[in-house]
């Protein structure tokens, strides 16, 4: 047998005869098989200049080798503005490792990941990278990948968030201190009968209880939608990423009866023509939906708060909030809501976008236009005390240059320590993230859709 080859044998008896046969296939020397390499998403979203930017995951082997002695590199990249091969960092020793990239630049490349084995075998893959541009605030924000329309938001504890998206009536639990993907989803369809979306755009945390609002109004084409007229509730067991959520109740008569209610009382709010035909909802004499919050106190007198109609529906308008005074009892058992006095606030001419308040009843309103624009007009944060008569103070303005509105206020920190923060969260749905003239929520792949995550500290 020559010493320079590798000789394999495979022998085998013939029952008749008791002949032996013998089959001999020669390898030349050093001659390795190929590794193999594998994303756990061939799709990846980054921006530039971020903090704890999303990764994935790669898995390599190669038959006869051990995973720790293959080498994993990005080797090339289609677009260098955006990231080149050196900006790629891979990292772990074993089976799998961890593939992150900083950007240099907004847009999309693809970088060609390559692993190295025995015998100098090679495999390649790609990942499909895209980055979006710089933001204020880059070292306090988090991305929420898989969405780009974060619409409401619940603190679960432990820096969990469960977040809901005005596109789908899917609800997705993250991880606020890192950027990524969801750690769980519930999808909330068939449990609330609802074919089309909701536009859930409120929520509002009692307990081990959460309340959910559509926005109630029209769609964007001023046409009614059923499954808008919804207000459903969730029961949480569990906390941080150990969540769970299951679905307890919904209503879906609370636009009508406040359309009554408002034509019972001459008209004031004008709710009637903002829900006619043809009516869009997002305009200042409108009807849209977009805050949730219990009175000081209560367990059973929410707050909805609207982004239209101004009050009157005039620039320099107030915003308004309409009480309803037994919502628990309207959503468990579908008792006709009770509405009590409505309360009108100056935010500046801002309507309600978000409400939250925290256990000492001291409470953040987000305050942004009733306009369906391009997010640039101004938001505020507004501190208020929950009582009626009693005037809210604009504790900061927000930041309006960078994609997305501001739409959500995580929870609420003590108003009264210095330096405390709060943490808000945009809906980016309508943002060109990447430069390319593509809203996120149309772009082809969920890894690539995202709302950001914001801490700020109040002044």
């Known amino acids: 047998m020559p010493h320079s080859s590798r000789i394999a044998r495979r022998a085998a008896v ?23 390499i594998k994303l756990s998403d061939a799709y990846l979203s980054g921006a530039v200049g971020a903090s704890g930017d999303p990764a994935v995951s790669v898995t390599v082997a190669q038959s006869g080798t051990d995973a720790s002695a293959l080498t994993v590199a990005a080797s090339a990249s289609s677009k260098t503005s955006v ?44 990942l499909h990278y895209a980055a979006s541009a710089a933001v204020q605030h880059a070292a306090d924000s988090r991305y929420l990948t898989g969405s780009s329309d974060a619409s409401a938001a619940v603190d679960v504890g432990g820096g969990y968030v469960v977040v809901a998206d005005d596109e789908s009536n899917v609800l997705r639990l993250y991880d606020g201190s890192a950027s990524g993907a969801p750690v769980k989803t519930w999808d909330m369809s068939s449990k609330v009968g609802a074919d089309k979306e909701i536009d ?27 499954d808008r007229n919804t207000v459903f509730t969730t029961t949480v067991s569990g906390s941080g990423a150990a969540t769970e959520l299951t679905y307890a109740h919904a209503y879906k008569q609370l ?37 949730l919050e219990f009175a000081p106190g209560s367990t059973t007198t929410a707050y909805v708060g609207f982004r239209a109609p101004l009050v009157p529906p005039q620039n320099g308008g107030k915003a308004l909030i309409v009480p309803v005074t037994n919502m628990d ?47 640039s ?15 809210p103070v604009k504790r900061l303005d927000l ?41 996120a929520k149309d772009l082809t792949h969920d890894e690539w859709k995202k709302s950001r995550a914001t801490w700020f500290t109040l002044s």
């Open 14 to 36: 013939a029952a008749a005869g008791g002949l032996l046969t013998v089959a001999v296939v020669n390898f030349p020397a050093g001659a390795a098989s190929t590794p193999t």
């Open 83 to 126: 990231a080149q091969a050196a900006d790629v960092t891979v990292s772990g020793t074993g089976a799998t490792r961890t593939v992150s990239v900083a950007a240099r630049g907004q847009g999309y490349t693809d970088l060609t990941l390559k692993v190295t084995g025995s015998g100098g075998a090679t495999a390649t893959t790609t």
């Open 255 to 291: 636009r009508d009866k406040l359309v009554a209610w408002d034509q019972g009382n001459g008209d004031r709010y004008g709710f009637a023509d903002g829900t006619k035909d043809g009516q869009v909802p997002k305009a200042i004499d409108g009807f849209n939906v977009e805050g």
């Open 329 to 375: 009892k309207v959503v468990a058992s579908g008792s006709s809501p009770v509405f009590g006095t409505p309360i009108e606030l100056d935010l500046g001419g801002l309507a309600v976008r978000d409400i939250r308040k925290n256990d000492q009843n001291q409470y953040l309103i987000v305050a942004g236009s009733w306009a369906a624009d391009d997010n």
């Open 377 to 391: 007009d101004p938001y505020a944060l507004y501190q208020w005390d929950g009582v009626a008569g009693h005037a």
């Open 200 to 226: 859930i755009e409120g929520a509002a945390r009692v307990g081990n209880l959460i309340y959910w609002t559509g926005s109630l109004g029209n769609n964007k084409d001023g046409e009614y939608k059923a």
């Open 399 to 439: 930041p309006t240059s960078d994609p997305g509105g501001w739409e959500a206020v995580v929870s609420v920190p003590d108003l009264g320590t210095s330096g405390a923060r709060v943490r808000l969260i945009t809906d980016d749905g309508s943002a060109d993230l990447y430069g390319d003239g593509t809203e």
